[in-house]
């Protein structure tokens, strides 16, 4: 089945320290692959996309993510991590091409330690 | 450029009843777009609509609708509402297509049945 998995719910950092969210999606020739970001009360913000070419994608916000066909991930980092950046995170893919359905994951809450 | 507008912004109804939400895409935008987010089964796409033609469609009952007008606003439509109904209800606008362009959120629509 078409699935995208977060393995972490919740996780904490402190201010100026890196982080890193992991994300595994299915199978698929071509994967259609998103970040999005959630604050509180707030609707999605798109942090970056990868379709094809250069695996390190680089987004918004100082964040960037790598593609990672052999291990089916796209994690997303980012070097330094502010407090603002206390949201949930949810990785998605858009499986059937550039149509079809989009799947997304359970979403990581991530805390940010003063 | 006024973002994506959701309306109304909370609701209650019963179960049985019906209940049609409100969406105004970024001006320009043609792709309107429904997801479903609850605590169980997290972020779930609904459809899509450009111009005025339902594109693609998500895993959900025919009970859940939606439709979109020649000005691009878009409307959706759940009858015979169901407790599990409950969530909060986002709409997303791109100019052609929600994959390759980038979806811009609403704040969305929190419904609750009772």
């Known amino acids: 089945a078409q699935s995208v998995t977060q393995p972490d719910i919740h996780i904490t950092v402190s201010e100026g320290a890196s982080l890193e969210l992991r994300c595994n999606y299915s199978?698929?020739?071509?994967?259609?692959l998103f970040w999005y970001v959630q604050s509180p009360g707030q609707g999605l913000q798109l942090l970056l996309k990868y379709f094809s070419g250069d695996t390190l994608v680089q987004g918004i916000k100082g964040f960037e993510a790598e593609f990672k066909r052999s291990q089916s991930s796209f994690n997303l980092r980012k070097p330094s991590v502010h407090w603002s950046d206390a949201a949930e995170y949810f990785c998605a893919q858009n499986y059937g091409g550039s149509q079809g359905n989009l799947i997304f994951g359970k979403g990581t809450k991530l805390s940010v330690k003063p | 450029k006024a973002g994506v507008t959701q309306t109304p912004r909370y609701l209650i109804k019963t179960r049985g009843q019906q209940v049609t939400l409100s969406c105004s895409p970024i001006s320009g935008h043609r792709s309107v777009s429904w997801y479903q987010q609850t605590p169980g089964q997290g972020l779930q796409f609904l459809f899509e609509?450009?111009?005025?033609?339902?594109?693609n469609k998500g895993n959900f009952p025919g009970r859940f609708s939606g439709r979109q007008f020649s000005n691009s606003r878009s409307e959706m439509n759940v009858s015979t509402l169901e407790l599990g109904d409950s969530a909060l209800y986002l709409c997303?606008?791109?100019?052609?297509?929600?994959?390759?362009?980038?979806?811009?959120f609403g704040p969305g629509t929190r419904l609750t049945v009772l």
């Open positions: 199978y698929g020739a071509t994967p259609y």
């Open positions: 997303a606008s791109s100019p052609r297509d929600r994959v390759t362009d980038t979806q811009y």
């Open positions: 609509y450009f111009s005025e033609t339902q594109r």
